[in-house]
């Protein structure tokens, strides 16, 4: 089982970006003013940001890692490694964390690569780059997470189109002997890798002008083309809904942690009616469960510390806090952290423009 | 669990849906907008009160509201 403890990393700050552009779900005109309605409530998004076509995720995490990199007074030549975890990198080929370790003047010294991971990616990031410093020969890294969704979602598919928001974070880590460990469960199941799919662009299917960008009506209100994102919602349901509490449960298990003893659970923000039923299995309450979904929507690998600078910010930059991070979705991946922070540097939230 | 309950939850759960309203005979597509979003609310509230999991293909096949007991009610025998 994927379940370790990493010693010795100490969060120092989390900072988010995203694009200017508001798209608001009360002007989604595809469906009907009552299904908007009752969509809203449900999927909890009234609101989300959408990146102008030529921003890429990497431009959200350059500007949220200036920012972060500045306010915490590091110099640049001490960062060894840079992570990238997203599913919407610049170019096919070359990976995009190289292009930020040059954008970003970080010295050649330092290891950079990318991690093809969504909704489960902050997670898995943090469980990475733990493990590489861990051992104290790399001081301080940057973790940046996040996906621009919105141009890979076809407008006429209601499944889809009003859940996603663009975002890119970035999340800084150094080695710091005796700090309090990070402690991860991470879990996995590609039988359901077609649950949340881009089906065209790939080697399996390689981009076809005769069959890629035609819009196929799948069933009432959802047309999309094979370049867009597809949704099993069920599927993706069911597996949140039957994944995620054992994750969490395990892991404080393992830990030996109460979760009256976490001060936060943040979850990947997928949509309000299943963050809302995990939320109720696992028997936690409102004010510790934290939300950004309505003002920004479902923003992949972004969501957790995305919520974490709007919703938690002031908090986490006074005092000591433990909190239990969780994502699950598009793999299927899915996993947990419980780690503590203590007096973050959290830059306010940060706008992109173009 | 006993119909009677299943069926008061499920009015409680769907504000289209008024008390008393809902018979076991009825047609569920004749009742509310029997969508996708209504399916997942459905979804979350079983899983919630009862601990039971559905599939698109078993929701797809049940049309009354008694179809939609007994799917329930045989998933909750089975994990009791």
């Keep these: 089982m994927a379940i370790f403890s990493v010693p010795d990393i100490r969060l120092a700050g989390i900072s988010a970006c995203v694009p200017e552009a508001e798209f608001h779900n009360k002007d989604y005109d595809w469906i009907s003013e009552k299904e908007r309605e009752t969509l809203i409530k449900t999927i909890g998004v009234e609101k989300k940001r959408h990146a102008e076509k030529g921003t890429t995720t990497a431009d959200l995490c350059y500007d949220a890692s200036e920012e972060l990199i500045n306010q915490l007074g590091w110099d640049k030549k001490d960062i060894d490694l840079l992570l990238f975890v997203s599913q919407s990198r610049d170019y096919i080929i070359p990976a995009t964390s190289g292009l930020l370790q040059h954008r970003l003047a970080l010295p050649k010294s330092c290891m950079a690569m990318d991690v093809s991971l969504g909704c489960s990616g902050y997670i898995y990031g943090l469980s990475m780059i733990g493990s590489l410093m861990t051992t104290g020969k790399i001081k301080k890294g940057l973790l940046l997470t996040g996906d621009i969704s919105t141009l890979n979602t076809s407008y006429k598919d209601k499944s889809a189109f009003p859940l996603f928001g663009d975002a890119g974070t970035a999340t800084a880590l150094e080695f710091q002997k005796g700090a309090s460990s990070l402690h991860f469960n991470l879990q996995t199941d590609g039988g359901g890798y077609d649950a949340i799919i881009i089906p065209d662009g790939g080697i399996r299917n390689f981009a076809d002008k005769d069959t890629s960008f035609d819009y196929e009506m799948i069933s009432e209100g959802i047309h999309r083309n094979k370049f867009n994102i597809a949704l099993d919602g069920i599927k993706v349901f069911n597996f949140s809904l039957r994944e995620v509490k054992p994750n969490v449960n395990t892991l404080l298990g393992a830990t030996d942690r109460s979760s009256e003893s976490i001060d936060y659970f943040v979850f990947h923000q997928a949509n309000k009616l299943m963050n809302e039923t995990i939320r109720k299995q696992l028997k936690l309450p409102p004010e510790k469960v934290p939300y950004s979904l309505a003002e920004y929507g479902n923003t992949s690998s972004a969501s957790i510390p995305l919520t974490m600078v709007t919703e938690l910010k002031e908090a986490l930059k006074g005092g000591s806090h433990s909190s239990c991070l969780s994502g699950f979705g598009v793999g299927l991946s899915w996993g947990s952290v419980i780690l503590n922070t203590e007096k973050l540097v959290v830059p306010e939230l940060l706008v992109h423009k173009k | ?80």
């Design chain 2, 1 to 80: 669990m006993n119909i009677k309950d299943f069926i008061r939850k499920i009015e409680e759960e769907f504000e289209d849906l008024q008390p008393n309203s809902l018979e076991a005979s009825d047609v569920l597509k004749d009742k509310f907008t029997w969508d996708s979003i209504n399916a997942l609310i459905f979804l979350a509230h079983v899983n919630v009160e009862y601990d039971v999991e559905i599939t698109a293909d078993e929701l797809v096949q049940s049309e009354t509201v008694e179809d939609l007991y007994n799917l329930v009610h045989s998933k909750y025998q089975i994990k009791a």
